[in-house]
Structure formats: structure tokens, C-alpha cells
């Protein structure tokens, strides 16, 4: 460490004593060197500028690849790396400064405490010669590091002239060396620069860390105004930077020479003006759209606000959810467990949960991670809920005792949630909820662990049997039961379109609705506006609405779509963003989509077409391509309505109005596609609960 704070020393030893030989005052050669400083690290700061921009500028996409794989770690930093690199931005260039400041504090410190050295520049043997006989006429061993800084002032002593001019014969140029020492000039404006301020003693150095924390003050203040990153940051880190600052910058003062506590003093002041230096160089006002930016912190506090919220919501909720995670236990003759990650999922065991009730005596236990499922507002004495949250659900799983679980959830016992450790006969069954390919939008091995799949279609089992064999992973048992979800949504259909209101908008515009997905490249991302182009101001009444996903991970993006069409004057457009309620997909004549699931509810359910945008599909598992058919959903797009390249969208008009006209025509095609795709269509629930039912009281089914 010695060593090296000499290497950063001598050149900075060099600079400070070039700038006292032009001014001859120790205090203006502090300043110049600090001056000198700066403009050296000039093109660093204007670098570090730029990269600064380029961090305020990506913010948001960071932000969002946050949130889009919330919870995954290693995804959040492939893909912000991939952001870096596309932007050109380095997370350890803004480091550059603090980094460079630190060896030039500790090489401007060994100059201070060594001015014979460094400005005076008198030979080492002859300050070896002084420092003793210093200690010689105090009485001790050694000076310790400020040894130098005493002897400038001992020999600047008269009375004790007697004591150092005895060395004449052992230092030839003895008065030289002392008229050189006598004319350092080391006070400025009246402060000694060699003594180090003490808060025992009150003489005028105190206004060094006086000095030193105003300075600090004054140079946060114009930074959380002024700096292009620090002016994003929230005013509690702001406040909490600014109090460190000036607490630490006095607590330096205290500790070191005067002249350091006057280089920092001095630093902190040309940093303010390097700041707005650099500002005028690159002015981020000219690179970043701040505008855009206070939409994002605006949607951000609203997201902290909402965090703030479920966080709430979660500690009110822990006692309850302590006792179900003990009442669960408590029953230890658990046959049968469903689990559902939120409220919205009952609707995929419904009917076979319903059945299980009507033809068993099976008590049900029912897990949900959302303390507000709709379930616990029903009312059965053999339906059990108990909310468990994301953690405790891990060691509940851990601890699994049913003999039956079943769930929509993939990926058992490839992250945390794993098969139960003290049951090993447990039956893990895999409910969908998707009726096309299991293998393109899950990642790899997802279904690898259940021990049965009920399957909606005799291709979803096909698509299971070739990837065991292909993989050589264990066999599953294989239930073709259907897809009571897009039955109940059918019969819901059906009722609609028989009730009187249905009768009156069938008479009015056609409808079209835009329900994309929420993957990259989505419609909303990629090609609304030109979209809207063809379907705006054509008699048509088009309803966007965006996939829930893309409203919770990307509101900021959404809030600005809504605010660009805030002010179109028609009538034919409008944004549906209340999720409670579907009526809007079902009560529409076409559906606009790129690879949303809603294409297919939309069309199984009312037997109409569908116009896919040709964004880039989401791949989660490439071992697509290993299967001998390719997946549903590419066979399916051209069946089900048209296809169109986002290229094409110019030419979409004409092909809307022959889709429309073409409504029975498809009808029929779609209604076969239905059948050939759903099997026991009316049945899935009853050949769900009649297989669960027959396993649990070990029966053949």
C-alpha cells in the first residue's frame, strides 16, 4: 500500500509543485492543482455524462424487464445485459469518478503531510537529517506521519534557530534548505493549511470543516437539480446522499491537513461548475424525452403505491394464513388437494370439482395464494379453501400428505415448488388451461413430473407420447377429457345470443375487437397505430382490449396509447381495460389477435373468425421442432380466419369486409374444427371427477 500511494504521489507531487512555482503561495497552488485536476479529467466527465444519459434513457426498458420476469434472476440480467450492450451503456463507468477521486485524496494527502518533499523538494537525506534532530529537541522517537508539516513549523520557530543551525556541518547547504522552508508560504486568508483542525481547539481552522460541509451542501444541492442522474433519483435518496455528504466531508476535515480540507472545499465547488460544464456539452434535454419519463415515475409511484397496498393486505392477511397452513395439516387423512395460484383459476376445475362433490363424499381441500379467491364465498361442507401465500406454499408442497393433487400449474418440482418429500405415492395431476400445444408456450420438461395429464385432445396426447419417447422420460397416464372451460363459456354464449339485447345489436356496426397478448413484439407494441388506420372511420366499432399482463407489467406503455387516441374525435373507438367483466370478446364480430389464447375461446365459442397479425411467435421450448406435426397453434391460424404480415396491414380493409361476409362460411368450418380439437365436448368434467373419483377408491377407470 506504501508503494503504491508513492507512484500516485510523486506525479501529483509533481503537478502540485509546478503550480506553487507559479504562484508562490501554497494556498493559490492548491487551488490551481485542483483546478489542473479537473481539466485533465475533463473528457472522463463528459464520458461519464454521456453514459449517465444513456442509464436515465434505458430506465424504463429496465424497469419493464423487471417486471416482465419478476421473480427470475437470471433472465432479469441476461436481458438487461442485452440492453446494455444495445445501447452502449457500461454500469461501471459511473463508478469512474469515485474511483479516480480516492488514489487522487490519498496521493494529495502524501503530498500535504510531505512538503519537503513534494514542493520543496529537498533531498531525502537532508530531510532525514531534520527529522531527527526535530526529534532530538522534542524528545522522542519519531514524529509520526505529520512529521514533515511539524518540522516546517519548528524550524519557522526563531527560538529554536540554534537547534537546526548546528547541522551546517553534516548539511552544507543548510541555509539554503531553511530559507527555502522560511519562505513557504503556507497560510491563506489566515488559515494555516498544515494544521489539522481539531474540535477541541477553537482558532480559525475550524472554518476548514465549516467550509468543507457547505461546500458539500451546495454541491448536492445543484446535483439532485442538476445532474442528469441524480435528478431522477427520489428525494429520500437525495436527502439521504446530501446528509451523508456533508457529514462525512466535515468528519474528513477533522482528520486531515487543512490544505487537503481546502482541496475538498475547492473540489466541491468546480465540481458545480463542471456539472453545468458538462450539462452544456451534452444536454440531456436533448437525448432523453422527459416528458416520457414522468409518465414512467408517475406510473411507477402508482405501482409502488399499489406494492404498497398488497404488502399491506399481505401482513393483515398473515395470522389467517399461519392458521390455514395449520388447519391444512391438521386433517391427516387428506385425500385430494386442488391448487390454484389466484381466483380466476376455479374456472378450470369447476366441473370437475363440481362432479367430485355431486357423486362422492370427498372432502375437497382447496389451496389458492389469493386471499380474495372468490371460493372462500362459497359455501360447502366437503369444499375447503385455505389461502397460503408464495412462501409457506413451498414447504406446504415439501410436506404434501394428500393422495391426489391436481393443479394448472406447470413446472412441478423444477423450481420451488416440488414433489412431497414424506409421501412418495402422491398422484400429481395436470389440469390445462390452454386446449392447444403443451409443448410451444411451456419450457422445457414442464409437464415432466405430474404423474397424469388430462388432455383436451387426442393431439395434445400425441404431442405428450413423442416427446417421452423422444427424451426417454417417464410415461404418464393420459385422460383425453375435454375443455369444461370452453364448454361453460359456450353455454354462456349460448344464452347471450338468446336474450332480447342480443337480438338489438345484431342490428347495429359490426364489432371488432383487438385482444393481443402481451409478449414482445405484441400488437400494441409493434403495429397498433398503423392497424387502426384500417379499421377507424369504416362503420366499424373497434374495442381494444389489452391483455391484463401487458396493463400490470407495462401500464406506462398502455397509459400512452390510451393518451394518443385521448383526443381522436370519433365515436368508433374505445378501450376496455375493466377485466371483471368478457361480454366484449363474445358480443364481437370479428377478433383481431397475434397469438393470444383468446383467439381460440373466441372462435371455439362463437364461430367466428379470426384475424391473426403475424408478430414474432413466444417460444418458451424450441423442442417444438422435434414433434412430427407442427404445433396447433401454427395449423390453426389459417382455419380459423386469416393470416397478415404487420407489413401488410395496408391491404387489411378489403380483407375484414370479406371475413365479415363470409361469417357462415366459417361458422360451419369452425364448428367441425371444434369437434375434431375438443374432445367430449359437455363431458370434461365428468370424465375429470368420474377418473379422480375411481383412483381414489382404487378402482379401474
Known amino acids: 500500500m506504501h508503494f503504491l500511494i508513492n507512484l500516485i504521489a510523486l506525479p501529483l507531487g509533481y503537478i502540485m509543485w509546478f503550480c506553487y512555482r507559479l504562484t508562490q503561495d501554497y494556498g493559490l497552488a492548491i487551488l490551481l492543482f485542483t483546478l489542473a485536476t479537473k481539466i485533465i479529467l475533463l473528457p472522463l466527465s463528459l464520458k461519464v455524462q454521456k453514459n449517465s444519459i444513456q442509464m436515465v434513457k434505458i430506465n424504463p426498458q429496465i424497469n419493464e424487464i423487471k417486471m416482465r420476469f419478476q421473480g427470475d434472476r437470471d433472465r432479469i440480467n441476461e436481458e438487461t445485459l442485452k440492453v446494455y450492450e444495445k445501447e452502449g451503456y457500461s454500469p461501471l463507468f459511473g463508478l469512474i469518478p469515485t474511483l479516480i477521486q480516492i488514489p487522487i485524496i490519498l496521493g494529495l494527502i502524501d503530498v500535504i503531510y510531505k512538503p519537503m518533499k513534494h514542493i520543496l523538494h529537498i533531498p531525502p537525506k537532508n530531510v532525514h537529517l531534520l527529522l531527527e534532530r526535530a526529534c532530538e529537541i522534542k524528545g522522542v522517537e519519531a514524529l509520526g506521519s505529520s512529521g514533515e508539516l511539524q518540522l516546517v513549523e519548528m524550524i519557522k520557530d526563531p527560538s529554536l534557530f540554534p537547534f537546526f543551525s548546528s547541522l551546517t556541518s553534516k548539511m552544507q547547504d543548510y541555509s539554503l534548505i531553511s530559507q527555502k522552508i522560511l519562505d513557504f508560504r503556507t497560510t491563506f486568508f489566515g488559515l494555516n493549511l498544515l494544521g489539522t483542525p481539531s474540535i477541541t481547539t477553537v482558532n480559525n481552522l475550524l472554518w476548514i470543516p465549516v467550509l468543507a460541509g457547505i461546500s458539500a451542501w451546495l454541491l448536492c444541492y445543484f446535483q439532485n437539480k442538476e445532474n442528469v442522474l441524480q435528478a431522477q433519483q427520489s428525494s ?29 472545499i475547492i473540489g466541491n465547488l468546480m465540481a458545480i461548475l463542471l456539472l453545468y460544464l458538462c450539462n452544456a456539452i451534452y444536454n440531456p434535454k436533448k437525448y432523453i424525452d422527459y416528458e416520457s419519463l414522468e409518465k414512467f415515475k408517475a406510473f411507477q409511484k402508482r405501482q409502488k403505491e399499489r406494492e404498497k397496498q398488497l404488502t399491506l393486505k399481505k401482513r393483515e392477511n398473515r395470522q389467517r394464513e399461519k392458521q390455514d397452513y395449520k388447519n391444512f395439516f391438521a386433517d ?103 386446449p392447444l400445444s403443451e409443448t ?139 377485466f371483471s367483466k368478457s361480454d366484449s370478446i363474445y358480443n364481437s364480430d370479428l377478433l383481431i389477435t397475434d397469438w393470444s389464447g383468446t383467439a381460440y375461446e ?98 379401474k377407470f
Open 236 to 264: 429520500f435518496s437525495q436527502h439521504a446522499m446530501t446528509v451523508f455528504m456533508v457529514c462525512f466531508s466535515v468528519y474528513f476535515s477533522f482528520i486531515v491537513p487543512g490544505g487537503v480540507g481546502f482541496y475538498w
Open 332 to 434: 391427516q387423512h387428506k385425500e385430494l388437494v386442488f391448487y390454484s395460484e389466484k381466483s380466476g383459476f376455479y374456472k378450470y376445475f369447476k366441473d370437475t370439482i363440481e362432479y367430485i362433490l355431486e357423486h362422492s363424499d370427498i372432502r375437497i381441500h382447496y389451496v389458492t395464494n389469493d386471499p380474495e379467491d372468490a371460493l372462500f364465498q362459497k359455501r360447502h361442507n366437503r369444499l375447503i379453501p385455505y389461502y397460503i401465500g408464495q412462501t409457506r406454499l413451498i414447504p406446504l408442497f415439501m410436506k404434501m400428505d394428500a393422495q391426489i393433487v391436481a393443479t394448472t400449474t406447470p413446472d412441478l418440482h423444477q423450481f420451488q415448488l416440488k414433489r412431497s418429500y414424506v409421501k412418495e405415492d402422491v398422484e400429481y395431476i395436470y389440469m390445462p388451461h390452454y
Open 440 to 578: 410451444l408456450g411451456g419450457r422445457k420438461g414442464s409437464l415432466d413430473y405430474f404423474d397424469t395429464i388430462f388432455c383436451v385432445s387426442n393431439y395434445q396426447m400425441r404431442e405428450i407420447r413423442e416427446l417421452e419417447s423422444h427424451f426417454g422420460t417417464k410415461k404418464k397416464r393420459l385422460v383425453e377429457t375435454g375443455y369444461s372451460f370452453i364448454e361453460n363459456l359456450k353455454s354462456d354464449y349460448d344464452a347471450m345470443i338468446s336474450s332480447p339485447f342480443y337480438e338489438k345489436r345484431e342490428s347495429s356496426r359490426k364489432k371488432i375487437l383487438i385482444a393481443p397478448s402481451w409478449q414482445d413484439q405484441n400488437i400494441l407494441d409493434s403495429c397498433l397505430h398503423s392497424l387502426l388506420k384500417q379499421l377507424l372511420k369504416k362503420e366499424y366499432d373497434v374495442i381494444i382490449r389489452p391483455h391484463p399482463e401487458y396493463v400490470k407489467r407495462y401500464g406506462q406503455r398502455m397509459d400512452e396509447i390510451v393518451e394518443r387516441y385521448k383526443g381522436y374525435a370519433g365515436s368508433d373507438l374505445s378501450f376496455e381495460l375493466d
Open 602 to 699: 373466441f372462435s371455439f365459442v362463437t364461430k367466428k373468425p379470426v384475424v391473426f397479425i403475424n408478430t414474432p411467435p413466444k417460444i418458451n421450448n424450441p423442442d417444438y421442432t422435434v414433434l412430427s406435426h407442427p404445433p396447433m397453434e401454427f395449423v390453426l391460424r389459417e382455419k380459423l380466419g386469416i393470416q397478415v404480415e404487420p407489413a401488410s396491414l395496408d391491404k387489411l380493409y378489403p380483407q375484414i369486409e370479406e371475413l365479415l361476409l363470409s361469417a357462415k362460411k366459417y361458422e360451419t368450418s369452425i364448428t367441425q374444427l371444434v369437434k375434431e380439437h375438443i374432445s367430449h365436448f359437455g363431458h370434461a368434467g365428468e370424465i375429470g371427477g368420474q377418473y379422480i373419483i375411481h383412483r381414489l377408491r382404487k378402482e
